[in-house]
T-cell receptor, first 113, second 116 residues
């Protein structure tokens, strides 16, 4: 049981380049999330999804887009990367029942130069 | 808006000493509270959670946290730490504002550094 898997694990982008981060979960979870982690700021929610085909904005959505075409996958896109998007990105999933925990992936370390 | 404050960014402590990592949240209504741990270069793992019932919750590796509604706190404690407890610890809350989305609000994180 792999849980939540993120690819890639590391990436360096030049300013203005685009990329997509992939999150895959094999637990049949309904809810999925993308967070970014920055020093001294904890984790902040970028976008989330409560089911296949649905997405919603979180706390810091600007500069990112997401898609949930399949229940097990949640993609995070950066159309034109900026240095301010240098961060560690975490994907998480949740069964969707009120009292269950979120499971996190191992993270993607992104550097925009 | 709901918020979570972890009062210490770094906590250095010697091995076998007790430790307390402090967490306060802003909501005055019912919430779910979590502590997650992040070991170096890894993702977050759930350490323990408070959903309802007993206000004292425990983890399998000796940590405990007490939900204090009047003080809106959820401090994490361990009576005797090990070198292997060195990690970053995040307090998180999920409350009525999350609706049925399961969104978590995280604190800033506390780095626990256990010294030999």
């Amino acid at each position: 049981n792999a849980g939540v898997t993120q690819t890639p694990k590391f990436r360096v982008l030049k300013t203005g380049q685009s990329m997509t981060l992939l999150c895959a979960q094999d637990m049949n979870h309904e809810y999925m999330y993308w967070y970014r982690q920055d020093p001294g700021m904890g984790l902040r929610l970028i976008h989330y999804s409560v089911g296949e085909g649905t997405t919603a904005k979180g706390e810091v959505p600007d500069g990112y887009n997401v898609s949930r075409l399949k229940k097990q996958n949640f993609l995070l896109g950066l159309e034109s990367a900026a240095p301010s998007q240098t961060s560690v990105y975490f994907c998480a999933s949740n069964l969707g029942v009120q009292n269950t925990e979120a499971f996190f992936g191992q993270g993607t370390r992104l550097t925009v130069v | 808006a709901q918020s979570v404050t972890q009062l210490d960014s770094q906590v250095p402590v010697f091995e076998e000493a007790p430790v307390e990592l402090r967490c306060n949240y802003s909501s005055s209504v019912s919430v779910y509270l979590f502590w997650y741990v992040q070991y170096p270069n890894q993702g977050l793992q759930l350490l323990l959670k408070y959903l309802s019932g007993s206000t004292l919750v425990e983890s399998i590796n000796g940590f405990e946290a007490e939900f204090n509604k009047s003080q809106t706190s959820f401090h994490l404690r361990k009576p005797s730490v090990h070198i292997s407890d060195t990690a970053e610890y995040f307090c998180a809350v999920r409350g009525p504002g999350s609706g049925n989305t399961g969104k978590l609000i995280f604190g800033q994180g506390t780095t626990l550094q256990v010294k030999p």
